[in-house]
């Protein structure tokens, strides 16, 4: 079994994640799908972007527009199409990080799905994971078809990435920046006044690792995006640990070197930089919640 794609396919591809980079700077991703031709290999054809919210190291499918999307390739393809979630790193390099891996669980598609991962470079990543017997994600070549046409990103592709892609809106909140996505969240909304109130809970249910990851992420994406520099990066860790402790949690976000942020920040994710009140790192305190287990 082989896989391929045309040159066209795989230009949208590409001009979708240089459209991006060139609007804010942001990821994007999409769907496509794997039509098997008469040899048993599968052509990777028809890649869309779908309604989604970006940062520079994120981007999240519309779960609506996702399910829409299946019915509507399951109609044309019928029910045993295979899919391909491709996304891209913007001008990092592309590798699948702990995030994507467990995303990846969230595509499961029969006994294998198949995953791609680009940046403006065209560099790229393309994997199957196979579910059964064992779960096991393999490198495998993609080969590609027809002539190649570079120019510049086209018109329809800007306008459909300004249509479909939205920001995550900063507003202001304790640590000086924050998304507006929190606010849809009545626990998210409480968090930062009931923290102060000393206690771990809201409503009477456990602040959750997703939601610590959540403000973890607030301030990441805040120096990913050059919004505060390296001082204020390590001013917010330290209050967001002071937070924590009056909340009784025992997450706490690590600390970071000025080496470190230089070198490893854009390779890192929240869960990354969380660790336990002995300064171990999750996997090493709950493995439960290594990579990214759990977070549903």
């Known amino acids: ?76 393809h019928g029910k045993d199409t295979h899919f391909l979630w491709w996304h891209s790193h913007a001008k990092m390099k592309a590798f699948w990080s702990g995030t994507d891996t467990s995303t990846m669980e969230e595509y499961q598609n029969g006994n294998w799905s198949a995953f791609l991962v680009v940046n403006v470079n065209e560099e790229f990543k393309f994997s199957v994971r196979y579910w059964d017997p064992v779960d096991a994600i393999v490198d495998v070549k993609l080969g590609r078809l027809g002539e190649e046409d570079k120019s510049e990103v086209p018109k329809d592709i800007m306008e459909e990435l300004k249509a479909k ?50 403000a973890v992420e607030v301030i990441v994406d805040a120096y ?18 002071a937070l924590l402790k009056a909340a009784k949690s025992k997450f706490r976000m690590k600390k970071m070197t000025a080496k470190e942020l230089n070198h490893n920040i854009m390779h890192m994710w929240p869960a990354d930089l969380i660790i336990d009140e002995d300064g171990n790192t999750i996997e ?10 759990g977070w549903e």
Not at 11 to 24: F, L, P, S, T
Not at 224 to 241: H, M, P, R, V
Not at 284 to 293: A, G, H, K, T
């Open 284 to 293: 090493e305190s709950n493995p439960s919640l290594s990579m990214y287990s």
């Open 224 to 241: 990913d995006d050059k919004k505060i520099t390296k001082k204020q990066f390590n001013k917010k860790t330290k209050e967001l640990n």
């Open 165 to 214: 892609c939205s920001d995550k809106t900063w507003v202001a909140n304790q640590y000086g920046y924050g998304y507006s996505r929190y606010n849809q969240s009545p626990a998210l909304r409480k968090q930062m006044t009931i923290w102060n109130q000393g206690t771990n809970k809201v409503d009477g249910k456990e602040l959750t690792f997703i939601e610590v990851c959540d």
């Open 1 to 76: 079994m082989q896989f391929y794609i045309s040159n066209e396919d795989w230009d949208k591809i590409i001009y979708y994640a240089k459209g991006r980079v060139e609007m804010n700077g942001d990821e994007v991703g999409g769907m496509a799908v794997m039509i098997q031709d008469k040899e048993g290999d599968y052509i990777i054809q028809d890649p869309v972007i779908l309604t989604q919210e970006t940062t520079g190291s994120t981007c999240t499918l519309e779960k609506e527009a996702l399910a829409d999307y299946y019915i509507e390739m399951a109609q044309k």
